[in-house]
Nanobody, 126 residues
Framework: QVQLVESGGGLVQAGGSLRLSCAAS????????MGWFRQAPGKEREFVAA????????YYADSVKGRFTISRDNAKNTVYLQMNSLKPEDTAVYYC???????????????????WGKGTLVTVSS
């Protein structure tokens, strides 16, 4: 069993930055590909970014490419999402996910992950 707890959300002006963190319980963190997903009001959950078990491969949604960076620290059981140049359309609840599959597979899915966090709200004002 893996528990995921997101933090770092909040209110920020357009053009600003936030760094989300996702802390995982357990001693098998490095066994999981990790990803970030988001769900805006009235919309379906969508993929944002994913990172492979050792961090060697990363994948991004086209809408965040060049602005967001995913990283992980396996010694700290934590995955991060650095979000720069934020836009109002980035407003959403951001969810962390862990999966025993590949990060590449996560990049084409919006559901079905092994574990999910409860989410953290990011609000970008114009």
């Amino acid at each position: 069993q893996v528990q995921l707890v997101e933090s770092g959300g909040g209110l920020v002006q357009a053009g600003g930055s936030l760094r989300l963190s996702c802390a995982a319980s357990g001693r098998t963190f490095s066994s999981y590909a990790m990803g970030w997903f988001r769900q805006a009001p009235g919309k379906e959950r969508e993929f944002v970014a994913a990172i492979s078990r050792r961090g060697g491969s990363t994948y991004y949604a086209d809408s965040v490419k060049g602005r967001f960076t995913i990283s992980r620290d396996n010694a700290k059981n934590t995955v991060y999402l650095q979000m720069n140049s934020l836009k109002p359309e980035d407003t959403a609840v951001y969810y962390c996910a862990a999966d025993l599959g590949t990060a590449q597979a996560m990049s084409v899915m919006s559901d079905g992950m092994d574990y999910w966090g409860k989410g953290t709200l990011v609000t970008v004002s114009s």
